[in-house]
């Protein structure tokens, strides 16, 4: 799916395929629901998989759109298991977040086992910046993100403090149906006794929803105050 020119309100950037649903897809669902428009750039294939490939990869990515009915979705092609928070990789990103000029970015924890993690949401933050500078070779117009929030698919067994939490009670299911597109990465070669990949991924939606008085939710931090209009969005 590429970019149009319609601003997008939600723009996920995700480190891999499959960290966007695992950290957000029931936020997608329901903004997207809610009339908002959502995307997702991918920095990289995923590959190489042990039960991957490029190809499969690539299949399961259109499977998984198509789940979550994304406005636009775009991969940067940086390189898998050694992403690096080079310039380049930065006017990359800086160059998608001014064509699209999402509302709210929605970026990686910035703690996590996995360096990819750690790089994409250092990455987030100064293409963010970069965004909005003038006189530069990047595309489009100067723009600056005004909302940027951190989503949790994380490798380590922490229990971070989220700043917000989304109820996606109605969005749970089609959130793991897009997760389970990626069979080459939950299903293939796994063990099917209890618990499974997907049953900790259910399993933690359920924690954050019981953690707001609702059946499922999805955390987000930030590290700058969030603005309300007033109360009665409160769950």
């Given at each position: 799916?590429?970019?149009?020119?319609?601003?997008?309100?939600?723009?996920?950037?995700?480190?891999?395929?499959?960290?966007a649903?695992?950290?957000?897809?029931?936020?997608?669902?329901?903004?997207?629901?809610?009339?908002?428009?959502?995307g997702?750039?991918?920095?990289?294939?995923?590959?190489?998989?042990?039960?991957?490939?490029?190809?499969?990869?690539?299949?399961?990515?259109?499977?998984?759109?198509?789940?979550?009915?994304?406005?636009?979705?775009?991969?940067?092609?940086?390189?898998?298991?050694?992403?690096?928070?080079?310039?380049?990789a930065?006017?990359?990103?800086?160059?998608?977040?001014?064509?699209?000029?999402?509302?709210?970015?929605?970026?990686?924890?910035?703690?996590?086992?996995?360096?990819?993690h750690?790089?994409?949401?250092?990455?987030?933050?100064a293409?963010?910046?970069?965004?909005?500078?003038?006189?530069?070779?990047?595309?489009?117009?100067?723009?600056?993100?005004?909302?940027?929030?951190?989503?949790?698919?994380?490798?380590?067994?922490?229990?971070?403090?989220?700043?917000?939490?989304?109820?996606?009670?109605?969005?749970?299911?089609?959130?793991?149906?897009?997760?389970?597109?990626?069979?080459?990465?939950?299903?293939?070669?796994?063990?099917?006794?209890?618990?499974?990949?997907?049953?900790?991924?259910?399993?933690?939606?359920?924690?954050?929803?019981?953690?707001?008085?609702?059946?499922?939710?999805?955390?987000?931090?930030?590290?700058?105050?969030?603005?309300?209009?007033?109360?009665?969005?409160?769950?």
């Amino acid at each position: 799916m590429t970019s149009s020119e319609t601003p997008l309100d939600l723009l996920v950037v995700a480190p891999h395929p499959d960290d966007a649903e695992i950290g957000t897809g029931g936020t997608l669902l329901r903004s997207q629901r809610q009339g908002m428009r959502v995307g997702v750039v991918d920095l990289t294939s995923g590959e190489p998989t042990p039960h991957g490939s490029p190809e499969i990869r690539q299949r399961e990515t259109a499977a998984a759109t198509e789940i979550l009915n994304l406005d636009f979705r775009e991969n940067l092609g940086l390189p898998n298991r050694s992403l690096e928070h080079t310039l380049e990789a930065r006017r990359a990103l800086a160059g998608v977040f001014r064509r699209t000029r999402p509302k709210t970015i929605l970026a990686p924890y910035w703690e996590d086992a996995h360096p990819d993690h750690v790089t994409a949401s250092s990455l987030t933050d100064a293409a963010r910046f970069w965004a909005k500078l003038s006189r530069t070779d990047l595309p489009a117009e100067p723009f600056w993100p005004p909302r940027i929030l951190y989503y949790f698919s994380i490798h380590l067994r922490i229990h971070p403090q989220p700043s917000i939490v989304i109820d996606i009670s109605g969005e749970i299911d089609d959130k793991m149906s897009a997760i389970r597109s990626y069979e080459s990465q939950f299903v293939a070669g796994r063990s099917d006794e209890f618990p499974t990949m997907l049953d900790d991924i259910r399993d933690r939606a359920r924690y954050w929803g019981w953690s707001i008085g609702r059946a499922y939710g999805e955390p987000f931090a930030s590290r700058e105050e969030i603005g309300l209009s007033g109360l009665d969005g409160l769950v």
